[in-house]
């Protein structure tokens, strides 16, 4: 038994995931995690499945393209043994940074370089830039884990001044205040 | 995994909603500072207050940094002074006053509450000091509030409080005549005082809680505001039961709140966490109002028929979220009606759309009671004790807190403005019905019995 990545891409449209998940069974593969999102009109998924010893990657590259490249849809496999899992998660404080304002290059990296030079590690990001000058209409949102030995007010500081070089308007609240808030 | 929407919603009710803790209040128990050295006593109140509150506004501020929510007002309640003082004379007391105001300013809080006596049954030596104290120890201090409970379901009301208290409005009021009789917004007078408020004039510590508690007040009526109208942009047939919904899940989200920064607050500070009082306290600010609530609901404005009715639910609305949201909700909780810090009320009052009878019904089914009225310079003490007298009597037989916040503007009269300033705001003068003629009722004293508990018709 091996694991592998499989990941798809395309124009979103019906029966993608059951069209991926028939091949899958066919092949005597099973499904360990799964995750699919859709920007725009785009489908992108990513599944984490274990193979039949009897089965190669290539194999199953080809019974996928098959059934899947009469979709448009995009087929990338690797296997897992080439991605180590960290030892143990390390201890994090996680934080919500959200930005609004107006559209131009560099944002995601302009943002995105702060939280890197502070260890903090972007466990999701969603960011929708519908272009213009309304910073309503151009928002990221990033969930950051952030190590306790980071400084967080250098961080806080250091995201404020990014932001405002940016023209944007920048909040950063701990994640629990959206949990209380929103569940139960 | 948040979603997008839970985030962006959090952001617009802290952005534009003004959802904020409105206030982080530290409870001091100062019980064992008491004894007959005044010298000593000071010392030993300034001595217990800086070591439980020396880092409570750095704390706030770090915490509500975390959270991004901004925690506006850090207060300071203590047990009540009549008792810590009992064997001061009035001029002590007012030198004891000082010293809380002195401390409150170096520890860097708003506000001091704790200047209280409780006498709904009796007064005592100590409580009369207290009350014959309050016209100077507000007036010679910045940050010092004050409050006296004067009538309880359990005991009645002390009518002789009463009169008393009408008299010490109309002193602290003359003593503050230039600035309008600010004095008297620092003052309220109770019915059913609760321990473990956090708001302002009525926060104090009460004999039965521990040597030092949390207690958190959140606000918010823009974000209830805007919860309705965001309810019946996207379905205008919604009854009022289902508005109510709409209230209750708006209340919980605002308590949660509030319960989260109190915790990490206390945790932070090594203080149990007592109470989170989530209450609709207006300021004087354009949309966060609790008057507004009402024109959404669909009235003129507030005052007008169809106002007692639309508070209720409001009142029991923000109760039932907030009890389903914590388990430990408390304080006063629910929705407030001061005239001159809400913008919409204050001008309601101006229009004539609401006045003090109105006024008075309101408070059967608000959280609190009369709350920062303005009313003629002439009023004399006894019609202002007897106001008292009315308000109180709707919180003993009704078993619930009723207060008084009445302000006589010295040198004006109805219709003109007063103006406080900050949070306080501004308000036209109300007229009082017969307000500058003797009253002999409330002179006649005594205790009007507390009610019975049956035949509740």
């Known amino acids: 038994m091996s694991k592998a990545i499989l990941s798809i891409l395309g124009q979103d449209r019906r029966g993608i995931i059951a069209a991926v998940s028939k091949v899958l069974y066919e092949q005597n593969c099973n499904i360990e995690n799964v995750s699919q999102t859709t920007l725009q009109f785009v489908f992108a998924g990513v599944f984490i499945i274990s193979m039949p010893g009897d089965l190669s990657p290539e194999s199953l590259d080809q019974r996928l393209k098959a059934e899947l490249g009469p979709l448009g849809l995009d087929v990338h496999i690797t296997m897992l043994e080439s991605i180590t ?27 995105s370089e702060v939280i890197a030079r502070f260890d903090g590690n972007i466990t999701n990001l969603q960011a929708v830039f519908k272009g213009g000058e309304d910073p309503g209409d151009n928002i990221m949102i990033y969930e950051v884990d952030v190590p306790p030995r980071t400084d967080q007010q250098a961080l806080y500081r250091e995201l404020k001044k990014r932001a405002a070089e940016l023209k944007l308007d920048i909040n950063i609240q701990h994640r629990n205040i959206f949990e209380a808030i929103h569940r139960i | 995994m948040l979603t997008q929407r839970e985030i962006l919603s959090t952001l617009e009710m802290l952005q534009n909603e003004h959802l904020d803790v409105r206030t982080v209040t530290l409870g001091v128990n100062l019980l064992d500072c008491a004894g007959h050295d005044i010298e000593k006593l000071k010392n030993r109140i300034h001595t217990r207050i800086s070591h439980f509150a020396g880092n409570l506004v750095a704390a706030c501020n770090h915490i509500g940094q975390k959270y991004g929510i901004p925690v506006v007002n850090k207060r300071i309640a203590v047990s009540p002074i009549s008792a810590v003082g009992a064997a001061m004379s009035s001029s002590q007391l007012v030198d004891v006053a000082q010293v809380l105001d002195e401390v409150a300013a170096e520890v860097d809080v708003d506000f001091i509450g704790g200047f209280t006596a409780l006498v709904e049954k009796g ?8 009350i014959e104290a309050i016209p100077h120890a507000l007036a010679n201090t910045d940050r010092v509030c004050a409050s006296v409970n004067v009538a309880s379901t359990k005991a009645g009301i002390n009518m002789d409080a009463v009169l008393l208290m009408g008299k010490a409005i109309k002193q602290a009021a003359h003593l503050t005549a230039k600035d309008d009789g600010i004095a008297c917004a620092k003052l309220c007078v109770f019915a059913n005082i609760p321990q473990d408020i956090p708001f302002m004039a009525g926060a104090y510590l009460g004999i039965g809680e521990a040597d030092a508690v949390i207690n958190v007040g959140v606000s918010g009526p823009g974000v209830v505001k805007n919860a309705i109208d965001r309810a019946l942009e996207s379905d205008s047939d919604l009854d009022l039961g289902q508005i109510s919904d709409v209230i209750k899940k708006t209340a919980y989200k605002v308590t949660r709140v509030g319960e989260l920064i109190g915790r990490e607050v206390a945790d932070h500070l090594n203080i149990r966490f007592g109470v989170v009082d989530l209450s609709l306290a207006p300021t004087p600010n354009v949309g966060d109002s609790v008057g507004e609530i009402f024109q959404s609901l669909g009235l003129l404005s507030i005052g007008v028929p169809g106002t007692t ?16 949201a914590s388990s430990r909700v408390g304080g006063l909780s629910g929705a407030f009606i001061p005239v001159s810090e809400d913008l919409n009320i204050s001008e309601a009052a101006r229009k004539g759309y609401i006045g003090l009878e109105k006024l008075e019904a309101l408070t059967a089914v608000c959280s609190v009671g009369l709350d920062m009225i303005a009313l003629p310079g002439d009023t004399t003490e006894e019609t202002i004790a007897a106001v008292i007298a009315d308000e109180m009597s709707i919180g003993v037989i009704n078993n619930k807190t009723t207060a008084a916040r009445l302000i006589p503007v010295p040198g004006k009269k109805a219709g003109d403005n007063a103006y406080f300033g900050g949070l306080l705001g501004q ?6 019905n017969n307000g500058d003629n003797p009253n002999s009722f409330v002179r006649r004293g005594g205790l009007i019995p507390a009610p019975i508990q049956s035949l509740t018709n």
């Open chain 2, 309 to 324: 009715a639309a508070l209720a639910l409001l009142n029991d609305a923000v109760k039932k979220g907030g009890a389903f």
């Open chain 1, 85 to 111: 899992a960290p030892v143990s998660p390390p201890q994090s404080e996680s934080y919500v940074i959200t930005t609004k304002g107006p559209d131009r290059k560099g944002l995601v990296a302009g943002i």
């Open chain 2, 427 to 432: 308000s036209t003068i109300i007229p009082v």
């Open chain 2, 123 to 130: 007064i005592a030596r100590g409580d009369m000091a207290l």
